[in-house]
C-alpha cells in the first residue's frame, strides 16, 4: 500500500491537481454523475459555451445562475489540509471554480478554468461584485452584458494560467490527483510537463487512466485526507 504521508513529508514540493470531487463534500455538485450539474440537460456543454453566452445570453445566464453558484458553501477538510501542506512547499492547481481553496487559505492557487467569483462586462471590461451579477446579468452603468471569469466550452485557457500551471507541475516531486477522472484537456494533459523522478498519486473513487505511471488510491478522498497531517 503506497503511503501517502511518508511521501508528503518526504517531498519538497507538493502540487495537487483538483476536479470537482473534492467540492462534492461542501454540497457542490459535480458535472456527470447522477445528480451532477449536467444532469436533466439535453446539451449542458452547449449551455456553457461561448457560443450560448453570445447568441442566447438569457439562457447561459439562467444555467449559471441556479445550477454553479453556492457562496454559502464551506471549505472541507480536503480543501483545508491542501492549504496547509501547500502553503508550506507547494500549489494547487485547480478545476474548480467556487474559489474553496482560497476559503480555505491556500495561498498557491491556480485556478486553471477561472472562478464564478471574478465577473466583468463584456461591453466595458470592468470588474463588477458577482452579488450583482446574481441580481442581474446586465451592467448598470451601460447596459452590457456581465459574464463570470470562467473558461467555456470553445474558449482557450488564459496564457499567463497555462504557464503558471506547468511550472507548478514541473516543480513538484510528488504531484498528487485528487477528485478528478482525468477526461478533461488541456487539464489532464499537465502531467506531461512532470518531472521523470516525480512521483504521481491520484485519489479518487474511481480509477483513472492518465497513461502515466501512477500510484493510484481508490478511496474517498475525504476519509483519505481526514488521516493527513500537514
Not at 518526504?10 to 454540497?27: C, D, E, I, P
Not at 485557457?157 to 477528485?179: P, R
Request: aromatic share 8%.
Amino acid at each position: 500500500m503506497f503511503d501517502l504521508q511518508k511521501a508528503i513529508d518526504q517531498a519538497h514540493h507538493v502540487t495537487f491537481m483538483t476536479g470537482a470531487g473534492v467540492s462534492t463534500h461542501s454540497g457542490i455538485p459535480d458535472y456527470r454523475s447522477k445528480g451532477g450539474l449536467y444532469a436533466n440537460s439535453a446539451d449542458p456543454e452547449y449551455l456553457l459555451s461561448a457560443d450560448n453566452l453570445r447568441d442566447h445570453p438569457e439562457s447561459f445566464y439562467d444555467f449559471v445562475k441556479t445550477r454553479m453558484y453556492y457562496p454559502d458553501a464551506k471549505p472541507n477538510v480536503i480543501h483545508e489540509k491542501m492549504a496547509a501542506i501547500s502553503n508550506k512547499k507547494g500549489t494547487i492547481v485547480t478545476q474548480n471554480v467556487d474559489n474553496l481553496d482560497l476559503k480555505a487559505g491556500a495561498k498557491h492557487v491556480v485556478q486553471f478554468h477561472g472562478t464564478l467569483y471574478k465577473v466583468h462586462c463584456q461591453k466595458c471590461g470592468k470588474q463588477v461584485p458577482w452579488q450583482d451579477y446574481l441580481k442581474d446579468m446586465h451592467h448598470q452603468e451601460d447596459g452590457g452584458i456581465l459574464r463570470p471569469d470562467i473558461v467555456l466550452y470553445g474558449e482557450g485557457i488564459n496564457q499567463q494560467t497555462l504557464v503558471h500551471a506547468v511550472e507548478a507541475v514541473q516543480a513538484a516531486d510528488l504531484i498528487i490527483v485528487v477528485g478528478t477522472s482525468f477526461r478533461v484537456y488541456p487539464f489532464a494533459g499537465l502531467v506531461q510537463y512532470a518531472r521523470p523522478e516525480a512521483t504521481l498519486v491520484a485519489v479518487n473513487k474511481e480509477n483513472i487512466a492518465t497513461g502515466e505511471d501512477i500510484h493510484m488510491i481508490q478511496a474517498d478522498a475525504l476519509t483519505v485526507f481526514q488521516n493527513l497531517h500537514a
